[in-house]
């Protein structure tokens, strides 16, 4: 007999609320994948259709119903309105699970981006039992970069993925004892 089904946790910090995606979100999702400044970094420019972010929403759900990680839509305290994502998806060949986030522009500066990640990496180590969190950017993205290390999460390698340089920062689970 198998486990049933997990729901996924909306997990709250002091001033976000991070809720599991879900089709509710799913337009303001699309506007945030949307938005040049989110998505230079993160898809390469690339400006993905609505459908992929149906995708998105349907596999994050399927990752936590079978007890992994998914992905959570950032909102402040009391808000409806997200201002951007966080959580886990695989990238790559072979595929690696690794952090990922982003914010609108407006929330940027705030620290937002390093409190919804280690909210959501403290979920990943402490209740799911990841070993270690893996997270990569683009050099030019300097920001992301500061919040990795702000993380904790320790430089790792820079290797060329599409041709491209990518940056790896790694942060390993603290063992008991």
Known sequence: MSDPPREA???????????????????ALHAIFLDPEVRRYLLDGLEVERGWVDA????SAERFANGGL???????????SP???VGFR?????????????????AWGEGLATEASREAMGYALE??????????????NRASERVMQ????????????GGQPTLFYRLRARRAG
């Open 9 to 27: 946790p909306t997990l709250r910090t002091e001033r976000l609320e991070l809720r599991p995606f879900a089709r509710a979100d799913a337009d």
């Open 56 to 59: 998105e929403i349907a596999a």
């Open 70 to 80: 998914g992905l959570w839509t950032v909102a402040r305290q009391g808000e409806s």
């Open 150 to 161: 702000r993380l904790g999460m320790k430089f790792l390698e820079q290797t060329s993925v």
């Open 90 to 106: 695989e990238f790559f060949e072979p595929p690696q699970l690794q952090l990922v986030y982003g914010l609108v522009p407006p």
């Open 127 to 140: 209740q799911v039992g990841l070993r270690e969190v893996v997270a990569a950017t683009d050099p030019p």
């Open 83 to 85: 201002i951007g994502f």
